[in-house]
């Protein structure tokens, strides 16, 4: 007869991955990139990071566990690339900031994603997508983590003066994530020629006229989570 599954308890979705632990959730991310979710057991972090066997047990037990601390470890590596590129112009702007600077600070991400790092976050990322298609309890904890990139996304489109900012947050966020998945199997000149300046100051200007027609978001400005701006 076959026994239910055990039921699972989420991680807190504020737990920060630090120490071994971060060490171990990096290699979840450069495992999930290179052979998928398949490919995600102890035994292979272990091999990977060079540790005595039964080393990544000892930290994370079970193998949903493993997940938990990948996709928290990965918006903490997003969280921080926001911050560095986005952030000097919080900081710099009191008020509204320009357009073009934020379409410009875009574009850096961008080409940033040309590299082996980003990429294979990028690989990762699509790989945590669909495990959270798959497991109803990670993909809980999957959208409470993520919420934090959008709350950093709503609070830079209240800066550039949207009136809906957390629903243009949520169009960019498509917009973003779909150009990515387009441009994924492509090498860097094949392509990815079309994304510009430019073309990131087109797709904000059209974002925030597209959601400005939308009835008025009562939380313009949303409250900024720790470590987000």
């Keep these: 007869m076959r026994l239910p599954a055990r039921r699972r308890k989420p991680a807190p979705a504020s737990s920060q991955i ?9 290699a979840v991310i450069e495992l999930l990139a290179q052979e998928g979710g398949r490919g995600l057991t102890h035994g292979n972090i272990d091999l990977l990071l060079r540790l005595p066997k039964g080393s990544t047990s000892f930290y994370f037990r079970r193998r949903d566990e493993l997940f938990d601390a990948g996709i928290r470890r990965l918006v903490q590596h997003d969280l921080e690339d926001l911050n560095s590129t ?12 320009p357009l073009p600077a934020v379409a410009r600070a875009h574009y850096r991400l961008w080409r940033q994603g040309s590299g082996r790092e980003m990429r294979k976050r990028t690989l990762a990322r699509f790989e945590f997508f669909l495990h959270a298609a798959r497991d109803p309890v990670f993909a809980r904890l ?11 996304g709503a609070v830079m489109f209240a800066r550039l003066g949207a ?3 957390r629903v243009a947050a949520l169009e960019f966020g ?6 990515t998945m387009a441009h994924l199997p492509l090498r860097p000149t094949g392509g990815w020629h079309r994304i510009t300046p430019a073309y990131y100051e087109q797709s904000l200007r059209e974002v925030i006229s597209k959601t400005n027609r939308l009835p008025h978001d ?12």
């Design 174 to 179: 498509y917009l973003v994530r779909g150009d």
């Design 18 to 26: 630090t120490g071994r632990r971060a060490l171990i959730a990096d």
């Design 218 to 229: 009562t939380r313009a400005f949303p409250k900024a989570e720790r470590g987000i701006a």
């Design 142 to 152: 999957h959208t409470k983590v993520r919420s934090a990139l959008f709350e950093f």
């Design 86 to 97: 986005l952030g000097p112009l919080f900081r710099k702007y009191r008020g509204r900031i």
């Design 163 to 165: 009136r809906n900012p």
